[in-house]
């Protein structure tokens, strides 16, 4: 019989697995507090359920902990983690401004949803390494529960409130596992973090936009624009390709009405579109939106990219703000260890945690 992972079953499912295997249905409750709230990595450590239930169930259920290969720490308080998965495969995480804040603040994690990312943005260090394969919900649930297990040895308190799916990967190419993990993370009986306190960040796929305001119109929305000018879009996120300004604007419009939430439009700053004509086309592109603008900053990465002077920032912020656009500009956290998936695309996206969960 194929083992499942226990990070990923619901409560109802590990109910189930219980009259199934002969256990009586309050201990479903018991393991998945265990699993979910108390991200237990061993069947040992359940010590209210009896031996007996625990040989069980560890027969038809398996507790994998992801393996943190490696712990940075940035000045900024942001704390980067590697973990190795069970097929050898790696991925980074991110817990934004740890150990700037105190237990009762906000703490938010960046996941990751794929191994490499297929969409390949070419500002991404992880799109540039290809697409490798999906998550499980069991290793997207598994990297908030790996942290959580990990800084309440330092810090008993810890507790995790915000979740921004902005990691490595595409996580509306992998829905049904983000949504499945969602569900998990948002159960009062696990981490119990609020539906309107997770954002999934997308470069524009279309019908999971709309899929997502039809099937849990609280989860949060961020859209990686960097251009309001489709031939421009076109280059920096091949997404936009397939799914132009025009359908993704229409798909945003619909996420609002639906949800009557803003969506938040990320646009990266560099030396090569700060300026009046891209400030100009994002006004007409959101002009009437329900929308909010996060301008980010970059800090150089390559010859051809760098950060744009200071007075085209103000420049392009005032111009947003003339047309009572909702507008901030972000400095970049955690640059000094490269924070979130990868070089640039990471210090790009660290970025959107503060944001999107401030709207
Ligand atoms: S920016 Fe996001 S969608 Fe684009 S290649 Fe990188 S991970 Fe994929």
Known sequence: MKMLDARAC???????????????????????????????????????????????????????????????????????????????????????????????????????TQVGCPVGCSFCATGMEGFKRNLTTGEITGQVLEIVHLIRQRDPDFGVTNIVFMGMGEPFLNYDAVMKAITLLNNEKGQ?????????????????IIKLAEDNPQVGLAVSLHSARDKVRDSLVPMNRKFPLEKLMEACKLYSSKTGRRVTFEVALQNNNTHQEEAQAIVKLLKGMLAHVNLIPVNPVSESIHRPARDKIIMFKKILEAAKISVSVREEKGIDIDAACGQLRQRLECERYESVNQS
């Not at 190795?84 to 991110?94: C, F, K, P, Q, Y």
């Not at 119990?192 to 999971?208: C, L």
Request: with cysteine; charged share 30%.
């Open 10 to 112: 619901l409560e109802e499912e590990i109910v189930g697995i219980c009259l199934e295997n002969g256990i009586k249905k309050y201990r479903a409750n018991q393991v998945f507090g265990w699993v979910q709230q108390k991200a237990a990595h061993d069947w040992e450590e359940m010590k209210n359920v009896g031996k007996d239930d625990r040989e069980k169930l560890s027969s038809v259920l398996f507790i994998q902990p992801l393996e943190m290969v490696k712990e940075e720490s940035s000045q900024d308080g942001t704390l980067k983690f590697l973990f190795r998965l069970a097929d050898g495969e790696s991925i980074e995480t991110v817990l934004m401004n740890y150990e700037n804040y105190t237990t009762r603040d906000r703490h938010t994690i960046c996941v990751s």
């Open 192 to 208: 119990n973090i609020g539906m309107r306190r997770m954002t999934i960040s997308t470069s524009g796929v279309v019908p999971k």
